[in-house]
């Protein structure tokens, strides 16, 4: 499919739970508390810095992208990781790091980082970024969106695996052949299938436990971009439903998977983040003598902002 | 492995010709509406789609040849087969044929009326990447080809999509509701968007066609639903923005549905995220354009709010028209229920009501014998007798127009008993109302034609006698006997109980008759000695009583007076004539508001209510001081004037006024039972609550007297065993087979789950009934009073009638229960649960607490942590409940019955993380293991020392937390084995070898790659293991233990219906046979053979 998955307009819900306010969260949660002391906008911060702990997959890299990006917790690594180092570094203004962040909403300058507001899915945008990048590909592309949970659980993953396919349609487009695509998951009922599929492109998928993500959050890892031979962008559509036919066709009689794996979806699993150090399952008592701190980021608006306050008003 | 029952979410529900079909999990059952009882009964189920995918949508082809079921990627089509003989026109379901898998979500599925050429059906599927595809059969029935594919020109993804109804192909019509707030308008000859409707500011949940195609409805993300007026937008030839023709706002949480239910009028009802169904006439409104306007004209628009579901909330809505005009909304619930209500008011009347009125009849004073009855709708007659079983739940509203001439006004009225008034007037008539047998008319008779106005009224019942106690303005009381049966007056006594014009009230009760006189004086006489009084008491405030409630046992009056005061006397006074104040307090009920209502509970506990709208619990103390113990204040702050009790003289409901209505509260259930509405300037008389949850109401307008009659339990609902299944609505975190006795023959599985919601709840399993109602008997046991979350429950066998049930969750709150089976007289068996333990939650006002099933609890200080997993074993005879948090503590504790506490035995010391998982083993010694977040797993030897050091410790057994553990035997007696599953998608067996007091390891054998996502649960026999996973499977494995190391095999496995499973539990029958649950979202049980 060419992929006009809206992923920023989901991932603001998402983000709308992760972004900090100033509440009891402070108590309960150590990476939270964490987050706002190190001016993270998000403590899913940790996750990505946990990811690389365990795979180095900053090592190199001159051009990022990140995707579904606000608040921005993830652009903020990038830029203390990558463009920060080189600028201390006195690295010429022409070598210095390149990070491009997409999202439909917008998001508070960082450091370093070139915010495009718009749709992952739309091919202008994407082709903009090359435009930063002075036409070079991307070496990393990172995505920490995840799409409006409904409750209906099935419909949920669904829509997130619709996510990272369209993550990897815009990596089609712009991602170096050796590059690297890291993605939030579902691990979930047809997490196979998305395993198959992203195995078509990366021969390295691994899945990762950051330390700091609650026990059913997982990331993809994908590493080391070779597209099939002859492969051309638009035939990713064909390619990915080719493979969605086959998986499935297996399971007519409802046991699809449920056996041995195929090999193509063997997907070895990694806990990635000290694991003496703190758990994100875990509450620690606050140090009273700690002021409270406010929010990095204010959280972005919810859909029924508007109605509340109209409700309010009567 | 076979699915035996599925209990989830119902997804989806529409009518297929005259049946209600439902999407449950992958499955589809078919119900039979009875409308009369309202009721949805089971006739068939049909496993529906493959892979796991559930059902979200049913629809039935225009023709009523076939209905469609579809979900996820996938469409199966059912054919509507005649059964042959059934003079009814019935149908039954064939087999379905399954269409090969979409490569994208389907939305929407209809039915084309004009087949393509050359085949014998042809259906359009509206797929959730903007494209529509058309799907024909050939002749041959079981084939299916796809004849096109259409792709909007605008690509995008949806979360909902309809297509319109539609002869043929070329006229359909696409409504795509997109999450970029708008909903696009195509069709499928070119795929060109030919229009916009815009306004909504959040994505589109759902959209719908209306019947005639012209208008579109949506739900939204932000929290509204609206109505689009389409009729002419495919013939502009351009893209045309629509704004909207009605904005509905007023939810409180995200809308999931909206559909029309009014036939001419513009009635709409939608359903979302907060389990409320909102029934919305926009007759009213004008220019509901904008959010503004919508939230602006939600009083005039709101109608209605249904409520009866409880969890995540109402997946879905559908009208259903019955053969007899009348119309019906079933709404299908997170909570694994479809209810069905009545809509007739909505659709057909002019004005709005809160609450089903089936039938409104008028009839009149004797003298004027030409009043018409006014029976609105002619409902069965027969279900209005009094043969009728209590829990019909139907609604009679009669007017009976009165007094055509002279001053004569009604003063009293009191309801003996259903069909039977008092009426007492100004004119010192007393009269005797009883409605005629066909349930038509109401025959007056005059009992009593006095001097004196009548200014107070008591009824009380004996066997066979009504005896009317009456208070006249000369300060005259008359007790009339009333014979029950010919409604002959039998007997009266007349006496004077005070000078003329200070009495003011009498009361008869449990053989008594009590006056309230001017200044606080109660007087009382016994019955059949009016002679003489029995005794009397005085306020000490001086204030008119109005309430008295009496207890024989406990030899206590109660008195609640006009100001709010309340006083208890001690009525074991042989001979005094005053009687002796035992506890008085000033100002009981806020705002020195009048106590209308009181009783005395065992206890002794005395209840009161008041005009404040509280309803308060008062206890006694040794000092003589009333404790207020709890207040239910009443949520829509109405003046709550009457009381009832249940059978077990429990405290069950409470009613009142607020403005023009009146409403009826359950206490126990913390809810509000029904409301009814009367007419301005009315004036409410009494009313009966009796114990099969009819109430019957009276009020007065000017001369005319309305009767209300209400079976109801929850408002507007019909329930029973098919509907009446529910399950929590939320996502169930542990769960546990309750086995049955063993000589119980047929007797039934009892399923205990604790969820997300807070509450332990129980059903029973039936293998042997029929597909789709072998789940059955929901109930909760209790609420948990943490707060939020059961994380754990085990099952502690006491002996084969008898368990303890230990629930533990959020706050470190371990709950005990005692389940005991036995059977009734029909043989049936079933468990009630009896609460042991009930640790106190905290309450901010320091007032002890009512909990649901859990009766009054002590407040106990917080904890920070959250149990996460309990194991039940026995120590010498004793219970013993091994318990691990979130904060990495493990626990052993006793239960002391007695003093209802937990007793702490044993502090186990070694997890600096959340512990997630324990298991006990006993024997000899008894074992125990404890996984925490970091993948260790540490096992100790439980002996009740006060604290317990780890036997041994396996660091990294897996790389992430241990979720699921399981200790067992194996052949060899000195080693056993522990089976793990983590996080890592891993399961590992680990051998541990008996050492002297100590274990080392012995061999181990590991499955790298068991689940594609995180283990949740396992259980092993030591040769068998069944695990279950986040990636929705079940699967079962074979342990071979060889020289150097353990093989662990897979043998088997399911995909199960419940997404997310979290625990599963195993019953193995004596037979061999395996009765698996697995729950999550719900849960399904499967038998192994």
């Known amino acids: 499919m060419d992929g006009r998955v809206n992923a920023d307009v989901a991932s603001r819900r998402l983000e709308r739970s992760l972004a900090m306010g100033k509440s009891s969260k402070d108590k ?183 330390k700091s ?27 990915l439903e080719a493979r969605a036919t086959s998986h499935t066709a297996g399971g ?59 409700l309010k008003r009567k | 492995m076979t699915s035996a029952a599925y209990v989830g979410d119902v997804a989806c529900v529409d009518v297929a010709r005259d049946r209600v079909v439902a999407g449950i999990g992958s499955r589809v059952l078919v119900y039979v509406l009875d409308e009369k009882r309202r009721e949805l009964r089971c006739v068939d189920a049909r496993d529906a789609l493959c892979g796991g995918a559930r059902v979200h949508g049913i629809r039935a082809m225009p023709r009523g040849e076939a209905f469609a079921a579809y979900g996820a990627r996938r469409t199966t089509v059912f054919a509507m087969e005649e059964v042959e003989g059934d003079a009814r026109g019935g149908w039954r379901a064939d087999g379905g044929t399954a269409l090969p898998a979409h490569g994208a979500w389907v939305h929407d599925v209809r039915g084309v009326v004009e ?259 006014e029976v609105e709708d002619q409902e069965d007659v027969a279900m209005e007798s009094k043969e009728a079983a209590p829990k019909k739940r139907k609604t009679s509203k009669r007017r009976m127009s009165f007094f055509s001439a002279d001053d004569e006004f009604i003063r009293v009225v009191r309801i003996a008993r259903y069909g039977v008034l008092y009426v007492a007037t100004n004119k010192g008539y007393l009269y005797r109302v009883v409605e005629t047998s066909e349930g038509e008319r109401w025959i007056w008779e005059r009992l009593l034609e006095n001097e004196y106005a009548i200014m107070s009224m008591s009824v009380e019942r004996t066997d066979t006698l009504d005896i009317v106690s009456l208070a006249d303005l000369e300060g005259i009381i008359h007790v009339v006997h009333v014979s029950q049966e010919s409604g002959e007056r039998k007997e009266m006594i007349s006496w004077r109980a005070s000078d003329p014009r200070v009495l003011l009230d009498v009361f008869s009760t449990q053989g008594r008759v009590y006056a309230s006189i001017v200044g606080g004086v109660l007087k009382c006489w016994n019955r059949g000695r009016y002679s003489r009084c029995a005794f009397t008491l005085v306020n000490p405030y001086r204030h008119r009583i109005l309430s008295i409630a009496t207890s024989d046992a406990l030899h206590l009056v109660l008195v609640g007076d006009q100001k709010g005061n309340l006083c208890v006397y001690d009525a074991n006074t042989d001979d005094a004539r005053e009687l002796k104040l035992v506890a008085k307090k000033w100002s009981a009920h806020e705002k020195t508001s009048s106590i209308n209502a009181c009783e005395i509970l065992p206890g002794p506990v005395f209840v009161t209510s008041g005009r404040d709208s509280n309803v308060c619990r008062w206890s006694l103390t040794t000092d003589g001081e009333l404790l207020l113990d709890s207040k239910w204040t009443s949520p829509s702050k109405a003046c709550v004037g009457f009381v009832s009790l249940n059978a077990n003289g429990e405290l069950a409901r409470a009613a009142g006024f607020r403005e023009t209505n009146f409403v009826v509260y359950s206490i126990s259930d913390q809810r509000q039972m029904m409301k009814i509405r009367c ?38 609902t019909a329930e029973n065993e098919s509907t009446s299944l529910w399950s929590h609505g939320r996502e169930i975190h542990t769960v546990r087979i309750v086995p049955p006795p063993v000589d119980a023959v047929g007797a039934p599985l009892g399923i205990i789950t604790g969820s997300e919601d807070g509450t332990v709840m129980r059903l029973l399993y039936d293998a042997s009934r029929r597909d789709g109602t072998r789940v059955h008997s929901p109930g909760d046991i209790c609420k948990h009073p943490g707060g939020r979350t059961v994380k754990a429950v085990s099952i502690f066998k006491e002996d084969e009638y008898s368990y303890i049930l230990c629930a533990g969750g959020a706050k470190e709150v371990l709950l005990a229960f005692r389940l005991s089976w036995a059977s009734d007289d029909l043989g049936s068996w079933d468990f009630k649960s009896v609460a042991l333990i009930i640790p106190k939650p905290v309450d901010k006002a320091g007032t002890r607490a009512w909990t649901k099933g859990c009766g009054y609890v002590e407040p106990r200080a917080e904890s920070d942590q959250r149990i996460m997993d309990v194991a039940t074993y026995s120590r010498r005879g004793q219970l013993r409940v091994l318990y691990s948090t979130s904060l990495g503590a493990v626990s052993v504790v006793t239960m002391d019955e007695r003093a209802r506490v937990w007793r702490d035995i044993s502090s186990l010391r070694h997890h600096a993380c959340p512990a997630l998982s324990v298991d006990v083993l006993e024997g000899e010694s008894t074992w125990a293991c404890s996984g925490g977040t970091d993948g260790t797993i540490a096992l100790w030897r439980l002996d009740d020392s006060d604290i317990i050091d780890p036997a041994y410790v396996l660091e990294h ?116 046979v395996l009765t698996l649950v697995v729950a999550g979202r719900g849960f399904e049980l499967f038998h192994i053979q």
């Open chain 1, 252 to 310: 007519e009689d409802g046991t699809v998977g449920t056996m041995s794996w195929p090999n193509n979806v063997l997907v070895p699993f990694l806990a990635c983040g000290d694991l003496s150090g703190y758990d994100a399952d875990q509450s620690y008592a606050l140090d009273d003598t700690k002021t409270r701190l406010g929010p990095v980021q204010p959280p972005t608006t919810p859909a029924y902002k508007s109605a509340i306050e109209l």
């Open chain 2, 957 to 1072: 057994a897996h790389q992430s937390g241990v979720n699921a553990l399981c200790i067992t035997r194996t052949a060899d007696e000195n080693a056993f084995i522990v089976v793990s599953g983590g996080d890592d998608q891993m399961l590992r067996v680990q051998e541990m070898r008996r050492d002297g007091d100590g274990v080392s390891p012995g061999r181990v054998g590991e499955y790298k790659f068991s689940h594609s996502s995180a283990m949740r649960s396992v259980w092993s026999d030591g040769e068998r293991i069944i695990s279950t996973s986040v990636d929705q499977r079940v699967k079962m494995w074979s342990i071979s233990l060889t020289k150097d190391d353990i093989c662990v095999a897979p043998t088997g496995g399911v995909m199960t219906q419940a997404p997310e499973p979290e625990d599963i539990d195993v019953l193995a029958a004596p037979d061999g």
């Open chain 1, 28 to 210: 309960r949660d150590i990476y939270y508390r964490k987050a706002k002391e190190e001016g993270w906008r998000a403590r899913s911060a940790f996750k990505l810095l946990q990811i690389d702990e365990s795979f180095d997959i900053f090592r190199g890299v001159k051009h990022a992208v990140d995707l579904c990006a606000a608040p921005g917790s993830w652009s903020q690594v990038l830029s203390r990781k990558l463009y920060l180092p080189a600028v201390r570094a006195g690295v010429s203004e022409s070598e210095l790091p390149k990070i491009v962040a997409i999202d439909l909403q917008p998001m508070a300058p960082i450091e370093g980082v070139t915010t495009i507001q718009g749709d992952i899915t739309s091919l202008d945008k994407v082709l903009e970024v090359l435009s930063h990048f002075d036409g070079k590909q991307a070496d990393l592309i990172v995505g920490d969106g995840a799409p409006d949970v409904t409750g209906l659980h099935d419909l949920d993953e669904f829509m997130q695996a619709q996510l990272i396919l369209a993550g990897l349609t815009v990596a089609t487009h712009i991602l170096k052949p050796g590059g690297t695509f890291i993605a939030k998951i579902f691990r979930g009922k047809d997490v196979s299938l998305l395993y198959s599929q992203l195995k078509i492109f990366f021969p390295d998928v691994t899945c990762a436990k950051p």
């Open chain 2, 679 to 716: 007419q301005a300037q009315s004036t409410p008389h009494d009313v009966l609550m009796e114990d099969g949850d009819r109430v019957i109401f009276v009020h007065r307008q000017k001369t005319s007297l309305h009767i209300i009659t209400r079976w109801n339990e929850h408002v507007n």
């Open chain 2, 115 to 373: 087949a393509e050429s050359g085949f014998v059906m042809t259906i359009a599927i509206g797929l959730s990447d903007n494209s529509v595809e058309r799907w024909s059969r050939g002749v041959d029935a079981r084939t299916w080809t796809r004849t096109a594919r259409v792709e909007c020109a605008s690509r995008c993804t949806l979360y909902t999509m309809a297509l319109s109804a539609s002869a043929t192909w070329e006229g359909m019509r696409v409504a795509a509701g997109t999450i970029f707030n708008d909903i696009q308008i195509w069709g499928v000859v070119d795929g060109e968007v030919r229009a916009r409707c815009v306004g909504h500011e959040g994505s589109l949940m759902r959209v719908r066609f209306g019947d005639d195609d012209d208008a579109v409805y949506s739900a939204s993300d932000d929290r509204t639903a609206r109505v689009w007026n389409v009729s002419n937008v495919m013939s502009s030839g351009y893209c045309e923005e629509v704004p909207p023709c009605a904005v509905l706002a007023g939810h409180v949480a995200r809308v999931w549905d909206c559909v029309r239910i009014g036939g001419d009028r513009p009635v709409y009802a939608t359903a979302g995220e907060d389990c409320t169904i909102r029934v919305w006439d926009v007759s009213n409104a004008h220019g509901t354009m904008t959010l503004a306007d919508g939230v602006a004209n939600q009083r005039d628009c709101e109608i209605a709010t249904l409520r009866g579901h409880r969890g995540r909330g109402i997946w879905r809505l559908c009208v259903i028209e019955s053969s007899n005009g009348d119309s019906f909304l079933a709404s299908a619930g997170a909570d694994g229920s479809v209810k069905i209500w009545n809509t007739n008011d909505w659709t057909k009347s002019s004005g709005a009501n809160d609450g089903v009125v089936l039938r409104e009849s008028e009839t009149s004073y004797p003298e004027s014998a030409m009043m018409v009855d």
């Open chain 1, 213 to 239: 993500s609650r026990n059913s959050k997982a990331f993809i890892v994908c590493r080391g971009y070779a597209p099939p031979e002859g492969f051309e962008p638009h035939h990713l559509t064909r390619i």
